[in-house]
């Protein structure tokens, strides 16, 4: 079978694409310009802007293309254990080894956390890819079987998406040899998350489920 070519578009946008976070890595994000950019990959000024209308365009093709390419080992993961254990750790994991040559342009990012910007991962530009990821939390809760209080499981694999970003901006800020002081972080508090879950299954704390349910519905803004 001859080998399919990549239309041109589609590679001169990869190489754009590439050349920006290559320039991200060595310049900063707020530091570096469209036309360095265009420079870095060959191409004029005006075909950078025409695949992408700004920087932050780029960070989102970023995102994207890294769900993307993540999606297979994660799909793997999902389907190799029904223990919630083993897949939280593979997918946090899995994130941290993805992002790892990433992890300084991703700190440079963590900055836009107000939902408000476009980058931020809780902004409505994000939501499709926040969905997602939240997706592959919801089933790896399914397979465990776990149950929960009807008032509070529902909003189980929101709560873990927040306890995985909790966890990846501790990581793009340490300066521990390797990340240490991370997988100590993530190692005892994922031991403490699946102790309370097991823990909340208990009869003795059913007068909280309410209150806690209603908790949770304020802080989605849920009615």
């Known amino acids: 079978m001859p080998r399919q070519s990549i239309p041109k578009s589609e590679a001169t946008r990869a190489r754009i694409l590439e050349a920006a976070l290559a320039v991200f890595r060595e310049r900063g994000f707020a530091q570096s310009t469209m ?17 992408f209308d700004s920087k932050d365009a780029l960070v989102m093709a970023f995102y994207q293309r890294s769900q993307n390419e993540m999606a297979s080992e994660v799909e793997r993961i999902l ?28 700190g440079a990012l963590a900055a836009h956390i107000d939902p ?34 009807p008032s509070i499981e529902p909003y189980l694999p929101r709560l873990l998406w927040l306890y995985q970003m909790g966890l990846m901006l501790f ?13 100590l972080i993530f190692d005892k508090t994922l031991y403490i ?21 209603e908790l949770l519905r304020s802080v989605y803004g849920e009615p």
């Open 35 to 51: 036309r360095e950019i265009a420079n870095a990959a060959g191409v004029a000024v005006g075909a950078a802007y025409y695949y």
């Open 116 to 149: 408000h910007h476009p980058l931020s991962p809780f902004s409505e530009q994000t939501a499709a890819i926040r969905d997602r990821d939240i997706a592959f939390f919801a089933r790896a809760v399914a397979q465990s079987k776990i149950r929960l209080a």
């Open 193 to 213: 998350l699946l102790f309370a879950l097991r823990l909340a299954r208990l009869p003795l704390l059913r007068p909280l489920y309410r209150p806690a349910g």
């Open 79 to 106: 389907s190799s254990t029904s223990s919630l254990e083993e897949s939280l750790r593979g997918l946090i994991v899995h994130k941290f080894t993805h992002f790892g040559p990433n992890r300084m342009l991703m």
């Open 171 to 183: 990581w793009v800020y340490d300066d521990s040899p390797a990340q240490a002081r991370t997988q």
